[in-house]
């Protein structure tokens, strides 16, 4: 279960730093990196399969931070946009 733990967290940091880096202006430091790459991936792992889409790269941990990479992207792009409209 640590092992598990450990590895989600990696896994989101480097998915939430590759997501900021891609959607400028959204500096979070390295524990909201690790958020938004762990909301990423719960994003993912709903809206993909429910598109139809799947990511197949074996499964491993390149697939893991694709896929979790491309849910942060929708989750900060959604967060710019909400942001947009609120100022």
């Given at each position: ?24 202006g959204t500096g979070f430091g390295l524990v909201g990196d690790i ?53």
């Amino acid at each position: 279960m640590l092992e598990a733990l450990i590895i989600a967290l990696v896994v989101g940091g480097i998915a939430g730093w590759l997501a900021g880096l891609l959607v400028q202006g959204t500096g979070f430091g390295l524990v909201g990196d690790i958020v938004v790459g762990i909301l990423g991936a719960l994003i993912a792992g709903f809206l993909f399969p429910a598109l139809g889409l799947a990511l197949t790269l074996g499964g491993g941990i390149l697939g893991a931070i694709l896929t979790a990479f491309l849910g942060a992207v929708i989750l900060l792009l959604f967060v710019r946009v909400i942001k947009q409209v609120a100022a």
